[in-house]
Nanobody, 114 residues
Framework: QVQLVESGGGLVQPGESLRLSCAASGFTFSNYAMRWYRQAPGKERELVAGIGRTGRSLSYADSVKGRFTISRDNAENMMYLQMNTLKPEDTAVYYC???????WGKGTLVTVSS
């Protein structure tokens, strides 16, 4: 059974950092590109960042480029999102997803507020 469990969210002030984690199980993690999405209150879910199967291919939404870093550890079936210089507009529930699979975790809430 495919499971994706996001963690690491919380309440931070503008300019601070958070590191999100995604624990994957139930499939061969290293065979799949992975993505982080987010959904802000009242808005549609949007793609934040993507990473290829080996971790060498990276992509970012313009809104987070230069501030967020996606990474993965295939030995541990984990994916990460390092988020620096957080802004109030980064407030959202963050989800991880395997590219090509229609499974979603429950997400982790990130709130950026002073």
């Amino acid at each position: 059974q495919v499971q994706l469990v996001e963690s690491g969210g919380g309440l931070v002030q503008p300019g601070e950092s958070l590191r999100l984690s995604c624990a994957a199980s139930g499939f061969t993690f290293s065979n799949y590109a992975m993505r982080w999405y987010r959904q802000a209150p009242g808005k549609e879910r949007e793609l934040v960042a993507g990473i290829g199967r080996t971790g060498r291919s990276l992509s970012y939404a313009d809104s987070v480029k230069g501030r967020f870093t996606i990474s993965r550890d295939n030995a541990e079936n984990m994916m990460y999102l390092q988020m620096n210089t957080l802004k109030p507009e980064d407030t959202a529930v963050y989800y991880c997803k395997a590219f090509g699979m229609d499974y979603w975790g429950k997400g982790t809430l990130v709130t950026v507020s002073s």
